[in-house]
């Protein structure tokens, strides 16, 4: 008679699971098998439950690694755009040198929209491509429309002739071309001075010059002298005796600016310009004409001083930016012609010179002197 024998039931674990047994020998000698059951718990397995915040949470770490860097750039760069006057300034005077070349920020939104594009972020595109742009657009689409009218009684024309100017006479026959009431000289030396005064001379039977700045005229001048600004001359005031009344004509070259390991150097500029504001503000005569190289857009916080009391031809009455500096490939418009008391009716940029500036031009309004308030 053969003997048989019970197996022991398995042990509960102290999970709550049966605890897999030893196996136990058959009756013919070989171990037995046996199938471990499948879990659904433990250290090697995720619930489905689990498994779904595990991907979530991935998902929003793809998305902050992919596209929130470039977002957040993004929004920098329309706050920088839109609010740049309210931002507070840099060191070494970087605010000026970024407000000055702040229309060519929006060359960084195809750069930013392409990074997002390569890390496959295209909701973090579409915000570098719409966010920057609406800023770019509130701050400078009105520069771009053309303000341009008709008509207009005196017609200004300033230029930076280069004290190195290899073809005065060359330039002289483009600045006639415009056929200017007011002609405002910059940079001249004293090599070149008298050139330029006796080619001007048949169309222009009155003028000043002193230092490195001068003007010409149709009609009569007065009351014309040095500003002194620096301790060379670089700046002169004129009354012109234009139709409806006097006219206050500045012309001014402030001195230039250089980037360099301290920053952008304009300490001398921002001084210069200072006494200039000064002059300015002192002036009597109501309707008042800034012409020149003032190595600064009118964007550039430092020239607030100036731009908050007068208005900018260019931006009054012109079509585009209106850049003048370099004249080969020009970035940044630096000369100005900023009015005061009267209007700006068209603006524009003349065609280059031997200078290294393009020369600007308005055409404005003049409006009987106002009565004083």
């Not at 250290?43 to 498994?51: E, T």
């Not at 980037?259 to 304009?266: I, L, N």
């Amino acid at each position: 008679m053969t003997a048989t024998t019970r197996q022991a039931p398995a042990a509960a674990a102290p999970n709550g699971t049966a605890a897999q047994s030893s196996p136990s020998p058959k009756a013919d000698g070989r171990a037995a098998q046996t199938v471990p059951c499948p879990s659904t718990e433990g250290p090697d397995h995720v619930p489905r439950a689990s498994a779904g915040a595990a991907d979530a949470g991935s998902r929003r770490k793809w998305w902050r690694r992919r596209g929130a860097a470039v977002t957040g750039c993004s929004v920098l760069l329309a706050v920088s755009v839109a609010g740049h006057g309210l931002l507070p300034g840099l060191p070494g005077r970087l605010s000026s040198l970024a407000e000055t070349l702040l229309p060519w920020s929006a060359l960084a939104v195809p750069v930013l929209v392409a990074s997002a594009l390569l890390r496959r972020a295209r909701v973090a595109a579409a915000l570098a491509l719409v966010v920057p742009a609406v800023a770019w657009l509130a701050t400078f689409g009105g520069a771009l429309a053309d303000k341009t009218s008709p008509g207009g009684d005196l017609t200004l024309v300033s230029h930076n002739v280069n004290q190195n100017n290899p073809d005065p006479a060359g330039t002289v026959r483009g600045l006639l071309a415009a056929r200017a009431d007011v002609l405002a000289l910059e940079e001249l030396s004293p090599a070149t001075a008298p050139a330029y005064e006796q080619a001007l001379a048949e169309a222009y039977p009155y003028h000043f010059y002193e230092g490195t700045v001068g003007l010409w005229s149709v009609h009569p001048l007065s009351d014309a002298r040095a500003v002194p600004i620096m301790p060379w001359t670089r700046a002169m005031r004129a009354t012109v005796d234009a139709p409806g009344g006097p006219l206050a004509v500045y012309v001014a070259h402030l001195p230039s600016v250089r980037v360099g390991p301290s920053g952008f150097t304009a300490g001398a500029r921002d001084e210069a310009l200072g006494l200039l504001v000064s002059e300015v503000r002192a002036e009597p005569v109501r309707r008042v004409v800034v012409l020149g190289d003032l190595n600064g857009s009118t964007d550039d916080r430092a020239l607030r001083p100036l731009t908050d009391r007068l208005v900018s031809a260019q931006a009054a009455a012109g079509a585009g930016f209106g850049f003048t500096w370099p004249a080969r490939l020009p970035v940044v418009r630096i000369d100005q012609i900023l009015l005061g008391g009267v209007r700006a009716a068209s603006a524009w940029t003349l065609p280059a010179t031997a200078s290294d500036h393009l020369p600007v031009a308005a055409r404005i309004h003049l409006s009987p002197d106002p009565a004083p308030r």
